[in-house]
């Protein structure tokens, strides 16, 4: 099958139809042969994955919205009564300007022809500077490998005409995969219908310029942001932003620390010289 | 300001990576040291001075095999100088990794070249014609560009902590002076303990290094305070404490131990060692309660 064209390509997940069944992560696995982790018992809704790492490149959360013991009920949605089941599957934003693109120090990850964000596996050397820049947490450290992995929006189905595995494998429609003009469009006229039909707090995330420059991999959700472990726009800041002020303040310490030992070691040498004439 | 949210995985950088911000520390706080006693200081000081070189150069060697080590491939260290995927150099500026691998290799150059120097002032004539060479102001320039790297190795990793997306880190510009100004009063201390088991020391230069390393200590109080400031504004303070309580402990004690040796009675009893010891201590403690704390 021929290649897909050399244009942004992305996912729009919508999160209102996403029915946690982890179709997704399993066919992620299944193509990109990951081991996933040993299986734990999390105790947290319908999550045994737990997190994105590099056995895990998509993930499904669950967030309950339904009352607890006292019948309260945490962050009620404006419908349904309050109550709400809440589904995501996460993955890699492929994010405009990204963070780990920026820190890492070899030029190991890089910026495909799909406008995705790629770790080349033959270049990364494992220093994990990325997986304290990204945001997300969504890159992984690979022991066996010892380099990070995430998800590669899956390159090597995409240069031979096939879609990514999870939204080939996705039942609901919920993960979208196709050119970043089109999904905005049919994302802006989901949002449409779910505002009409009162759902109030849908929203789109990472559809604009606001987070990161906008987001390839983005998504409708039903919440705000944070409920779903997403950093607000006000929050999604870039690691760069503390360069300026972190040497910055390191340049004013050398040089108050310089004046500090000049100090030292000159009015003690004058005290002796003093001495010394008396 | 609204508090910061993090939802970023730690990196987990471990011991490597605090061996190697404690000695990368020590390595460049010496060589800044050194330069000052050289430059300013009388020619009684430039025994000590030869020291700080020597120190400098001996706590910057297992270094980069640190930094390997902590390496996922450690082989492939290289690649943190050259690109292996586009050929020509791997620099970045705007990285701080990147541009600290650069750092820390220009500064190996300069304080390999010092340490000739000193050990040839030291006896080992060998390496006369260099100790000749840093004598003029070749060897004053020599110094204060090297002083400059040393300095950027000192600060910069506390940089590369704050440029990422961690808790307590990102919120925590201040955390590259914090940690070369620590750098310097750590610095002082295994300059002091240095002499103060020597006898060939002048006991004027001892007096001149306590005085420098008690004026480090205010600097670095002022940073720390900055500091915690900042990651209390961002809403992360509690990351660092409960247990690394202790940690803070350690810190406070080192830096209140030049001050107590001097002012105190039953300080003053102490081993002279004791409060450089403690100063030591407290660069390490201070160095693996923010590395270790935001990753937990
Ligand atoms: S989500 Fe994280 S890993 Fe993916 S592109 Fe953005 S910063 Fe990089």
């Given at each position: 099958m021929a290649a897909f064209q050399e244009r942004p390509v992305g996912f729009f997940t919508d999160t209102s139809i996403c029915i946690?069944?982890?179709?997704?992560?399993?066919?992620?696995?299944?193509w990109n042969q990951l081991e996933g982790n040993k299986p734990e018992l999390l105790l947290d809704s319908f999550d045994n994955t737990g997190q994105l790492d590099a056995q895990n490149w998509r993930h499904v959360q669950f967030i309950e919205q339904i009352p607890d013991n006292n019948g309260v009920v945490m962050n009620p949605t404006p419908i349904a009564g309050g109550q709400a089941w809440?589904?995501?599957?996460?993955?890699?934003?492929?994010?405009?300007n990204a963070s780990c693109l920026e820190v890492c120090p070899t030029n190991a990850i890089v910026r495909t022809e799909y406008d995705s964000v790629f770790i080349q596996q033959d270049v990364c050397n494992g220093c994990r500077d990325c997986i304290s820049a990204c945001p997300y947490g969504v890159i992984?450290?690979?022991?066996?490998?010892?380099?990070a992995h995430k998800c590669t929006l899956c390159y090597d189905r995409l240069q031979n005409g096939l879609q990514p595995a999870c939204a080939k494998a996705c039942p609901?429609?919920?993960?979208?995969?196709?050119?970043?003009?089109?999904?905005?469009?049919?994302?802006?006229?989901?949002?449409?219908?779910?505002?009409t039909a009162g759902y109030k707090k849908a929203q789109l995330y990472g559809r604009d310029a606001k987070v990161y420059g906008g987001l390839n991999a983005f998504f409708l959700l039903m919440d705000e942001p944070e409920v779903y472990k997403l950093p607000s726009a006000q929050n999604a800041t870039l690691p760069s932003r503390n360069n300026l002020a972190g040497y910055a303040g390191g340049f004013v310490t050398a040089v108050v620390g310089l004046v500090a030992g000049v100090l030292a070691f000159r009015s003690q040498r004058m005290n002796e010289k003093t001495d010394a004439t008396r | 300001m609204p508090p910061?949210?993090?939802?970023?995985?730690?990196?987990?950088?471990?011991?490597w990576i605090l061996a190697y911000f404690f000695?990368?520390?020590?390595?460049?706080?010496?060589?800044?040291?050194?330069?000052?006693?050289?430059?300013?200081?009388?020619?009684?000081?430039?025994?000590?001075?030869?020291?700080?070189?020597?120190?400098?150069?001996?706590?910057?060697?297992?270094?980069?095999?640190?930094?390997?080590?902590?390496?996922?491939?450690?082989?492939?260290?290289?690649?943190?100088?050259?690109d292996a995927s586009g050929g020509g150099l791997s620099f970045k500026p705007w990285s701080p990794m990147s541009l600290g691998s650069w750092a820390l290799l220009g500064f190996g150059l300069f304080s390999f070249v010092s340490f000739l120097g000193a050990v040839a002032d030291g006896g080992w004539h060998a390496a006369d014609p260099i100790a000749r060479i840093l004598r003029g102001t070749i060897g004053a320039v020599w110094n204060v560009i090297g002083t400059g790297l040393g300095f950027f190795v000192c600060g910069y990793t506390g940089?590369?902590?704050?440029?990422?997306?961690?808790?307590?880190?990102?919120?925590?510009?201040?955390?590259?002076?914090?940690?070369?100004?620590?750098?310097?009063?750590?610095?002082?201390?295994?300059?002091?303990?240095?002499?103060?088991s020597r006898r060939?020391?002048?006991?004027?230069?001892?007096?001149?290094?306590?005085?420098?390393?008690?004026?480090?200590?205010?600097?670095?109080?002022?940073?720390?305070?900055?500091?915690?400031?900042?990651?209390a504004v961002a809403g992360t303070i509690g990351k660092m404490s409960g247990v690394w309580l202790l940690l803070w402990l350690v810190v406070i004690l080192g830096l209140a131990a030049p001050f107590a040796f001097t002012r105190v009675d039953a300080a003053r009893r102490w081993a002279p060692v004791t409060a450089p010891i403690l100063a030591l201590l407290s660069v390490l403690a201070l160095r693996a309660l923010v590395i270790f704390s935001a990753q937990t």
């Open positions: 946690g069944c982890k179709a997704c992560e399993v066919a992620c696995k299944e809440l589904m995501m599957s996460d993955v890699c934003k492929h994010c405009q992984g450290f690979n022991e066996k490998t010892g380099t609901t429609e919920s993960i979208k995969f196709g050119y970043l003009d089109d999904l905005q469009a049919a994302a802006d006229k989901r949002l449409a219908a779910l505002q | 910061a949210e993090h939802f970023a995985a730690p990196p987990n950088w471990e011991w000695f990368g520390g020590i390595s460049g706080g010496s060589y800044a040291i050194g330069t000052l006693l050289r430059l300013v200081g009388t020619p009684a000081d430039q025994r000590a001075a030869r020291i700080a070189f020597i120190a400098s150069f001996v706590a910057l060697l297992p270094c980069p095999l640190f930094l390997i080590a902590d390496l996922g491939q450690p082989l492939r260290f290289i690649n943190m100088l050259l940089v590369l902590l704050a440029v990422s997306n961690q808790p307590v880190w990102s919120d925590g510009w201040p955390l590259g002076g914090v940690f070369l100004a620590s750098s310097l009063t750590g610095a002082a201390a295994l300059l002091l303990l240095l002499a103060r060939d020391v002048d006991a004027g230069t001892s007096v001149r290094l306590e005085l420098a390393d008690r004026n480090f200590v205010v600097l670095e109080v002022v940073l720390i305070a900055v500091f915690l400031v900042t990651v």
